[in-house]
């Protein structure tokens, strides 16, 4: 199981990134915080960068990415070689994207989602794992087109 993380946002998810690290270190999780801190605007693509390199350099197992949509952070995050980042809002959407996507980043949209929900979806990111069988290959697919 997953044990390190890596987390940044930019000024619109600030508190929701606190929240998250606070919740996820009370549940034992190694976490790395890549900022930014404070409400002055930044822009999000530094921050995706952080959480995508520290995944790159073996420096982290996931990366969770917090901005206004989860749009941005996650189109940033997925221009990163092995990264395979994904915006949730649901439940459902969350746990598949681990089992069958493998994905590795979790976007959320602090302007979407209540900071209640986004715990709730670190919760199920963070405990999911991906089913492999028929969906490695598509992942294996994926690998190879950022290659
Ligand atoms: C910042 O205002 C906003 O554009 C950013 O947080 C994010 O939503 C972009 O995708």
Do not use: W
Not at 32 to 52: I, W
Request: a negative charge; glycine letters at 10%; charged letters at 25%.
């Amino acid at each position: 199981m997953c044990r390190r993380i890596a987390i940044a946002c930019d000024h619109a998810g600030n508190e929701y990134k606190d929240a998250l690290i606070c919740h996820l270190r009370e549940r034992g999780f190694e976490v790395t915080d890549y900022g930014c801190d404070g409400s002055c605007s930044v822009n999000y693509p530094e921050y995706a960068h952080y959480v995508c390199k520290a995944i790159q350099d073996g420096n982290a197992d996931l990366g969770i990415l917090i901005c206004g949509t989860g749009i941005g952070m996650s189109m940033a995050a997925n221009k990163h070689k092995g990264i395979r980042a994904a915006v949730c809002d649901n439940e459902f959407s969350t746990e598949m994207t681990r089992r069958h996507n493998d994905a590795n980043v979790l976007c959320m949209g602090a302007r979407v989602i209540s900071r209640e929900i986004a715990l709730k979806l670190a919760d199920i990111f963070v405990d999911s794992g991906f089913d492999g069988g028929r969906h490695a290959i598509r992942v294996d697919m994926l690998n190879e087109l950022d290659s």
